[in-house]
């Protein structure tokens, strides 16, 4: 399994960006998707976003569309999460995930046994 490590959380105000990472350990993060998942205390799993091997493909959950963007930089074995226009309700831990079998497109229904985990990093919004 590839080793992921997340960082970028942190506690801003409502309206601020923040830009998450996630390293895969060396040469482990190919031919990988991968994506974005949150959860807030006391609720489900969510998942926000998830991007193909190669960038060729994204996709998004309801509540990242149009202000989050998840990018990848595969020479620095790096995906990034772009959070702009923060909302309270954005505050959670966030986790990233790599799947080789998954596409973008199938990334939200990765179950938290298959694929890789990251531990998460930390995301607080205040209004």
């Known amino acids: 399994q590839v080793q992921l490590a997340e960082s970028g959380g942190g506690l801003v105000q409502a309206g601020d960006s923040l830009r998450l990472l996630c390293v895969a350990s060396?040469?482990?993060?190919?031919?990988?998707?991968m994506g974005w998942f949150r959860q807030a205390p006391g609720r489900e799993r969510e998942f926000v976003a998830a991007i193909n091997w190669g960038a060729t493909g994204t996709y998004y959950g309801e509540s990242a569309k149009g202000r989050f963007t998840i990018s990848r930089d595969d020479a620095k074995n790096t995906v990034y999460l772009q959070m702009n226009n923060l909302r309270p309700e954005d505050t959670a831990d966030y986790y990233c995930a790599a799947d080789k079998y998954s596409s973008a497109r199938a990334m939200p229904v990765l179950r938290p046994n298959d694929g890789s985990w990251g531990r998460g990093t930390q995301v607080t919004v205040s209004s």
């Open positions: 060396e040469d482990s993060s190919r031919p990988y998707t």
